[in-house]
T-cell receptor, first 114, second 116 residues
Framework: GENVEQHPSTLSVQEGDSAVIKCTYS??????FPWYKQELGKGPQLIID?????GEKKDQRIAVTLNKTAKHFSLHITETQPEDSAVYFC?????????????FGKGTHLIIQP | NAGVMQNPRHLVRRRGQEARLRCSPM?????VYWYRQLPEEGLKFMVY????????ESGMPKERFSAEFPKEGPSILRIQQVVRGDSAAYFC??????????????FGPGTRLTVL
């Protein structure tokens, strides 16, 4: 089955700086890669996703890149703000055959220092 | 448009009791997924259901755990004879499943189960 590795487990950056979180996956059949933000005591919130037919996607301060050959994808947050502090999870899935459950990384605790 | 709803938000059970967790998907979504999250861990896929059908239960323990999504009403995750190791946050997600290559899954607030 799929295995998703996520690094780093904790990331502390100064407010206004950029943050980068990286993930690798093992199953070459995976074709959908979402990123979730989870605040304490809440459910994961989808912030951005990318499909295997594109290499990059951007939404305001958030961007995701995908390298299918190397099987890795990354989340980039620019101009970080205090409200960006949360745990971020990457995930991967391959559609078809009922195998639509997401495989998650273990999460990155992002801390924005004022 | 209301999001995914889960209840109860917190559930306390003693060892050996049964736990029932409910999930109402977003309006218009007919696909439901259940995940379990242990402290300081990512979410682990348990089961994927459509109305009246279990599509993939490869992540669900074979004993004591069951799930259903009836034609009417919420999806139910049922844990019989709970043990302390079942203590976790259980999240439900729903999807519209409109495209052919992976669909967005929207998560509910979760049910935090504590087994005493």
């Amino acid at each position: 089955g799929e295995n998703v590795e996520q690094h780093p487990s904790t990331l502390s950056v100064q407010e206004g700086d950029s943050a980068v979180i990286k993930c690798t996956y093992s199953d070459s059949a995976s074709n959908y890669f979402p990123w979730y933000k989870q605040e304490l005591g809440k459910g994961p919130q989808l912030i951005i996703d990318i499909r295997s037919n594109v290499g990059e996607k951007k939404d305001q301060r958030i961007a995701v890149t995908l390298n299918k050959t190397a099987k890795h994808f990354s989340l980039h947050i620019t101009e970080t703000q205090p409200e960006d502090s949360a745990v971020y999870f990457c995930a991967a899935s391959s559609s078809g055959g009922g195998a639509d459950g997401l495989t998650f990384g273990k999460g990155t605790h992002l801390i924005i220092q004022p | 448009n209301a999001g995914v709803m889960q209840n109860p938000r917190h559930l306390v059970r003693r060892r050996g009791q049964e736990a029932r967790l409910r999930c109402s998907p977003m309006k218009g979504h007919s696909h439901v997924y259940w995940y379990r999250q242990l402290p300081e861990e990512g979410l682990k896929f348990m089961v994927y259901l459509q109305k009246e059908n279990i599509i993939d239960e490869s992540g669900m323990p074979k004993e004591r755990f069951s799930a259903e999504f009836p034609k009417e009403g919420p999806s139910i995750l049922r844990i019989q004879q709970v043990v302390r190791g079942d203590s976790a946050a259980y999240f439900c997600a729903s999807s519209p499943r409109t495209s052919g290559s992976g669909d967005e899954q929207f998560f509910g607030p979760g049910t935090r189960l504590t087994v005493l």
